[in-house]
């Protein structure tokens, strides 16, 4: 599909500017994938009234101050999962997370949001392809599996396909995956954010209430760095840190059941300490865990009772103990 059938999808889906008609697409059809990502970051890029635009829309943001927070229809409750360094196995955990939250109890509705618009990992995690469907208001139906409705970037471009898009685009994207989908009835919305502290995890925390987040991180002392920097950035912006998950804090050899901390050992501990918060709990180095999920198979869901699994459910209960008493 060409550049400008890409912009047409996105303006289906209204995750692009400009869009002053209805989409042709008849309601209840699928949004279309495009070939390419990267043609409306040219078409941006080299058109200098585009630039202009981009320019006049941050001054206008800019100049109507911080936005008012406003819950997300049908979903009471948000916990964003988020690191400070990439490479920690953060999706991986937002994902085992909001499945243990669902097994957790049947009655409770659980939705997962990948809100990492350049590294889109979820549908391969959660075993889902295709695109999200239209509903009579032109919002974005959740794909769903495993009892768990999802929304990704992933689902609107191709497996392949860079994203090349300015911050303020990304932040436009990642409004209308808040704003733009139909999430139905949730009791929890697990937020996979992107690693660092730039524009998306402010363009989430200032637009959303948020009831609590949880940083991932590994022993290694690099990692544990910008940790410190996600637990604090979350705290200037007024969002409770439910406490921290040590991801990888041991291997175990699988032949002799020798065990190497091969990332160092309980830094995420000591740092919790240092910070006042607490850990909710430590998930091994596990190929079963790297595995389940790259098959789109999370552990929690194909080895129920591994004690990767096991460790997965009791960061869940610790995150249920933490959260504030949700709205009615």
Not at 204 to 230: E, F, H, M, Y
Request: proline letters at 7%.
């Amino acid at each position: 599909m060409g550049g400008a059938s890409w912009r047409w999808a996105l303006r289906a889906a209204r995750l692009l500017p400009g869009s002053g008609r209805a989409p042709a697409a008849r309601r209840g059809r699928s949004v279309c994938a495009p070939a390419a990502c990267a043609a409306p970051s040219a078409d941006f890029a080299s058109s200098s009234s585009g630039d202009e635009a981009l320019r006049d829309k941050r001054a206008r943001i800019l100049s109507r101050g911080l936005p008012k927070q406003k819950p997300i229809e049908g979903v009471k409750q948000v916990v964003v999962v988020a690191s400070g360094k990439g490479g920690v196995g953060k999706s991986t955990t937002a994902v085992n997370i909001a499945l243990a939250l669902a097994a957790n109890d049947s009655a409770k509705e659980v939705g997962l949001l990948d809100a990492d618009i350049y590294g889109p990992s979820i549908p391969k995690m959660m075993n889902l392809k295709g695109n999200p469907e239209l509903t009579p208001k032109n919002l974005m139906r959740p794909l769903k599996n495993y009892g768990i409705a999802c929304m990704s970037m992933g689902f609107l471009i191709e497996e392949t396909a860079p994203v090349v898009w300015r911050g303020l685009m990304v932040m436009s994207a990642v409004e209308k995956l808040l704003r733009q989908v139909d999430w139905g009835q949730l009791d929890y919305l697990v937020i996979d954010m992107p690693p660092g502290t730039g524009d998306v995890q402010l363009s989430v925390s200032q637009n959303i209430p948020i009831a609590g987040a949880v940083i991932v991180s590994t022993p290694q002392d690099v990692a544990l760095l910008d940790a410190r920097k996600g637990a604090e950035m979350f705290r200037k912006v007024h969002v409770p840190v439910l406490g921290l998950v040590q991801n990888m804090s041991v291997f175990q050899c699988p032949k002799c059941k020798h065990e190497t901390h091969i990332f160092g050992t309980d830094g995420v501990k000591d740092l919790a300490k240092t910070l006042g918060l607490d850990v909710l709990g430590d998930v091994p180095l596990h190929i079963n865990i790297r595995e389940t999920c790259d098959s789109g198979q999370p552990v929690v869901i194909s080895q129920p009772q591994s004690d990767a699994a096991k460790a997965y459910h009791e960061i869940a209960m610790e995150i249920l103990r933490r959260l504030p008493v949700p709205p009615a």
